[in-house]
DNA sequence: TTGAAAGCGCTAACAC
DNA sequence: GTGTTAGCGCTTTCAA
């Protein structure tokens, strides 16, 4: 293997100033900077990584843990635009990223105490989940580098990144009520996904009821683990329940196609039920052009959430003030309630 | 920062004793290890995986490596699949997943040989592309471990991990002839898309047609890359020029929803085209449950891939025997032309 | 079964 | 602008 001694050798330079070149060039002069480059190519050189790696206690590595199961996790859309998010980001900024996604959700808090603890990363990502407050504290009295990408209890300030689903909902549900529903449904996320539930969804939700002068019902709101499954089955029961709902709002969009395929299986048509579909990925776009939507900025937040990590490894810096991401709301499905009888 | 020397002190045995506690722990008295244990738990000591590294040469650490663009591959379900699988194989052997998705395609081969020269990763995995062959090479020459989603070049015998996709096209075939129907698109896969392009798909369907005696009709077959934007583009332009289509493959689910929304812009009623998809992912199975299928084993693929390159590493081999997977069919939608024709 | 010493390849301090 | 020295925290001889 060429070690940096080789390069100095053939560059008639000492160790150091090879190393100057590979990382603080400005400080060496020009014409030793080339025939040092010029020693580099000659020799196919790769500066091992894990030997700077030792000696700076850096690795340049952030990890990427969450605690769902990798059955579950590289297939929902939205867990993969957080993580592509997060990956643009850190692979710009210089450094590789872990993905890891331990078999059992209860290891996964344990797998990033460990990555950070053995030095495998410089900081890391990680999902809200059951007992991430303890491992938080961790965190913070070891003065290990995290960023959450949700609130994982009930007073934090800082290193996380969340979403506040709250206008959203509100925006969709005032739309289907200025288009003349007034028995609409939503399928919310279940408050028990992660340890820490706003309820914003239900918050926006009730809050454009309220102003229209429209009860809360309840038993019109039904909950949800994001999934497919969940869509299906909730939609379902919701509906023989209220066989007079006009419109849904979903939490997700693996949600929405659970109900549109429950709305098929019911033989409904595609105009008795108005859907606001919840993330506005692009596949729904494609796969339903029609759907108003919720959405969601699941990439942004990945992104942010990997700045977040890099500021604070970079700059060496403990903690940074938490970022709140806003759901908003687009329009597509122009239809109102009479409009949509007539068509019938 | 604890190390090794600190619980050796605690454990009243030498540094490598304590390293031997870690690593080899049968050549330990049980009374010692005891000991060092205690101090472990007690200093809540993490060895310094950098220094591991750096001492063993060996990073336990594997790169995924893509050449699409982060757009792409995060939503891709089949990347996705891929991805799942070789994480859960590798992760399981002990190694972590570094996951790399060049913004530059033409950088992604390049950012391949550089984690693994600089030792950031004992081996990639890498999905092939244009001058892929060329890296190949060097890291033979170089003699560093990879392992290809792919054969890459036509010579390729070993360290592949390839789907032949023409049982699945030729069953699917073969199955829609039995129905009655004689007049089957194709959409196939692009033969850009990979370097050195089996034309297995193809292969399947011809073969199938010849034995029912039926012509190949070579402006049945389109190609794509794997993409709904494709799918929806070409099936269109297909059916303009052959009307009297009565059934089509696709290359892909993501393909499959294209194609799915294109007859639905064009007012075509679900029976008048018999669609297999192309993937059997389970997001499709749940939209389109009537939907007969062509499988696709990119779960395996990512598995065996991991399982391969964790081989190679582990027994210090250069080239192990390439492994061919094979696509299946399954039928789901029963219809006969004839019937179908009643139907309407 | 255990320990002492050397060194993996790099960079930070401190010279010059 | 450049070189020398020391040492990051482990593991690997080799000896006891």
Same mark, same amino acid.
Request: aromatic share 16%.
């Given at each position: 293997m060429t070690t940096i001694y080789d390069v100095a050798k053939l560059a008639r330079v000492s160790a150091k100033t090879v190393s100057r070149v590979l990382n603080e060039s400005h400080l060496v002069a020009e014409e030793t900077r080339q025939r040092v480059l010029e020693a580099i190519e000659k020799l196919d050189y790769h500066p091992n990584v894990m030997a700077a790696s030792l000696k700076r206690n850096r690795s340049n590595m952030i990890g990427f843990v969450v605690p769902y199961g990798s059955d579950f996790v590289f297939q929902d859309p939205n867990m993969m635009e957080q993580l592509r998010g997060t990956h643009d980001y850190v692979s710009a900024a210089g450094f590789e990223l872990i993905v890891s996604v331990p078999r059992h959700k209860k290891d996964a808090l344990q797998e990033a105490l460990r990555l950070t603890k053995n030095r495998n990363v410089d900081g890391v990502i990680l999902y809200p989940s059951y007992g991430i407050d303890q491992i938080i504290k961790e965190? !913070?009295?070891k003065n290990l580098r995290y960023v959450t990408l949700g609130i994982c209890y009930e007073q934090q300030k800082s290193n996380?990144?969340?979403?506040? !689903?709250?206008? *959203?909902s509100y925006l969709a549900t005032k739309y289907l009520l200025s288009l003349g529903h007034c028995r609409i449904g939503l399928l919310n996320? +279940?408050? +028990?996904f992660f340890m820490y539930n706003r309820d914003d969804l239900l918050r926006g939700y009730t809050m454009a009821l309220k102003e229209a002068g429209i009860d809360y019902v309840p038993s019109l709101v039904r909950e949800g683990d994001f999934t497919f499954e969940d869509g299906y089955e909730q939609f379902t029961r919701l509906y023989k329940e209220h066989p007079d709902l006009t419109a849904v709002i979903c939490a997700s969009d693996p949600m929405t196609y659970g109900l549109i395929r429950a709305t098929v299986d019911m033989g409904l048509e595609p105009d008795d039920i108005h859907v606001v579909a919840g993330d506005n990925l692009p596949l729904t776009q494609k796969l339903f052009p029609h759907l108003s939507s919720?959405?969601?900025? +699941?990439?942004? !937040? *990945?992104?942010e959430a990997g700045k977040m990590i890099v500021s604070i490894v970079n700059e060496g810096r403990g903690e940074v003030p938490g970022i709140t991401l806003s759901t908003e709301f687009i329009a597509r499905d122009t239809r109102s309630v009479v409009n949509s009888k007539e068509g019938n």
């Open positions: 965190f !913070q009295t996380f990144v969340e979403v506040d !689903q709250t206008p *959203g996320k +279940s408050p +028990s919720i959405t969601n900025p +699941s990439y942004a !937040q *990945g992104w």
